[in-house]
């Protein structure tokens, strides 16, 4: 795989670790905490395609192409790379039009990046 995949790969390991980020996966809805459960697809340029899958608070990340995918994103592996390392985030990317959003809520995208930056953060 290439490196945005094995960089997101080392923060996917700390997420499913930290139960601050992982809080960020849950929603409350009238009164009710409800898990997050979603689906994001990488098609990114140069790249094996690969999926984030979050459900019951847990990250899985895995090579290919899967059906049911709530979020597709295409671009540029090196902005996922720069948001791995803490160098930029989902906003920035997208606004720069380095990552598109091709299918899926942008806030959904922003909802991962507050994950992302929870790890980021913890040394």
């Given at each position: ?9 080392k ?17 409350n ?16 340029e140069n ?8 459900k ?7 090579k290919?192409?899967k059906?049911g ?15 791995c ?9 997208i606004?720069?039009?380095q990552i ?12 991962l ?11």
């Open positions: 795989m290439g490196i945005a995949y094995e960089n997101l790969n923060i996917v390991e700390k997420l499913n670790t930290n139960p601050k980020a992982q809080d960020v996966f849950v929603t809805i009238a009164g009710k905490n409800v898990d997050w459960e979603m689906y994001f697809q990488f098609n990114l790249e094996d395609p690969f999926f984030l899958e979050i019951n608070r847990k990250v899985t990340l895995a290919g192409t059906s995918i709530n979020i597709v994103m295409s671009g540029d592996p090196a902005a996922l790379v720069r948001i390392e803490g160098k930029g985030d989902f906003t920035h990317a606004s720069r039009e598109m959003v091709e299918k899926g809520k942008v806030m959904d995208v922003i909802r990046t507050r994950a992302i930056t929870i790890i980021l953060k913890t040394k």
